[in-house]
């Protein structure tokens, strides 16, 4: 008898049937590729649907210096013998869990490679060092996200390993579902949230402001939660919005009149 409590299951609103095509992509075993902005709910959906399947999750921040060693396992050391350790793509395949691979666009080339064989109908996993090819169980889930915001020509998914995912698009919520998540997860009225999502709609259409990108989901709930514990608004869209937007004087004193135009 399975006596494990029950796991709590991370909030998350669906907006256009991305749990349904999640959910269908685990059954079926084939892997999918998360394309939006950041801080606009992929990890959270992702956080979700695991817990939702009930299967083990291991996501993986990508960076340049991520290896496939790394996702792999290697050999370490540990009272004068040498033991081999699974990485977190090992683990995932193992257990048939899912692997979760933020940002992949920033991983080196070799961990490109070794996805592949993961991403088709073998659905193996080749441990050069071990002598070792797994076999994916039918639990097992490759997800994948990036930011095409900040793709470039060095850093790019190549349209050969694109074609290998399932794929959807992931943008801000309609301000009505904003401020319901934003509401949700800081725990400030709605009344006092729609300002904030009033706010963060102009910042995103704003052009020719320098910006990277518009304010996120995420720091509106960040900011929000400072409300909600009682900091004064302005502190707290200081805080919550315009530093972490930008070290731009002249943009932080653009942001600031934005500012002062929507709560007056």
Not at 134 to 142: E, I, V, Y
Request: aromatic share 6%; proline share 7%; charged share 25%.
């Amino acid at each position: 008898m399975n006596m494990h409590a029950p796991r709590p299951i991370p909030h998350y609103r669906e907006i256009a049937q991305e749990c349904s095509l999640f959910g269908t992509a685990h059954a079926q075993g084939l892997p999918l590729l998360l394309k939006g902005p950041t801080g606009c709910g992929k990890t959270r959906f992702v956080e979700h649907m695991a817990a939702r399947l009930d299967r083990p999750l291991y996501t993986v921040a990508c960076h340049d210096d991520l290896s496939a060693a790394d996702l792999i396992g290697r050999y370490l050391l540990k009272g004068g013998d040498t033991h081999w350790v699974d990485g977190p793509l090992t683990r995932a395949v193992r257990e048939g869990g899912i692997c979760y691979l933020d940002e992949v666009v920033e991983a080196r080339k070799d961990v490109i490679v070794v996805l592949h064989p993961l991403t088709d109908n073998r659905r193996t996993l080749m441990i050069d060092r071990t002598g070792e090819e797994l076999m994916a169980p039918p639990g097992f889930m490759l997800v994948a996200s990036y930011n095409p915001g900040y793709q470039n020509v060095l850093k790019r998914l190549k349209p050969s390993t694109r074609q290998r995912f399932l794929s959807a698009s992931f943008d801000f919520p309609d301000p009505q579902s904003e401020c319901a998540i934003v509401a949700q997860e800081s725990g400030l009225d709605v009344s006092k949230v729609q300002p904030l999502v009033r706010l963060a709609g102009h910042i995103r259409a704003l052009s020719g402001m320098d910006l990277e990108e518009g304010v996120s989901t995420r720091l509106l709930i960040y900011t929000a939660s400072l409300i909600h514990r009682g900091m004064p608004i302005e502190p707290a869209l200081e805080a919550g919005i315009i530093e972490p937007l930008t070290d731009e004087e002249d943009i932080k004193q653009a942001l600031r009149d934005l500012i002062a135009t929507i709560y007056g």
